[in-house]
């Protein structure tokens, strides 16, 4: 069975840094691109980010490009967002998510229960 827990989320002040983490569990994680994505209240699901299973590609949201980074450790099955320069519209409960396709359109097979980030002003 599939396992995806997010940790590090937290109340911090805009224009501080998170940083996130996604074990994983129950799966060849390094067979596997991940991607965090985040539901602020009242808001739909939005993509954050994505790192291919070698780590070698990224894509970034225009809204947190150049402060968020993603990246993943294989050995330890674990992909992490590291972020910085907080707003307050970073608000919202981020997951990570698992899939078998590289991309804006990929599908995921897998979501983490997610950590909530409040950025107060």
């Known amino acids: 069975q599939v396992q995806l827990v997010e940790s590090g989320g937290g109340l911090v002040q805009a224009g501080g840094s998170l940083r996130l983490s996604c074990a994983a569990s129950?799966?060849?994680?390094?067979?596997?691109?991940m991607g965090w994505f985040r539901r602020a209240p009242g808001k739909e699901r939005e993509f954050v980010a994505t790192i291919s299973w070698t780590g070698a590609r990224t894509i970034y949201a225009d809204s947190v490009k150049g402060r968020f980074t993603i990246s993943r450790d294989n050995a330890r099955n674990m992909v992490y967002l590291q972020m910085m320069n907080l707003k307050p519209e970073d608000t919202a409960i981020y997951s990570c998510a698992a899939s078998l396709d590289f991309g804006l359109a990929a599908a995921y097979d897998s979501w983490g229960q997610g950590t909530q980030v409040t950025v107060s002003s």
């Open positions: 129950g799966l060849t994680f390094s067979n596997y691109n």
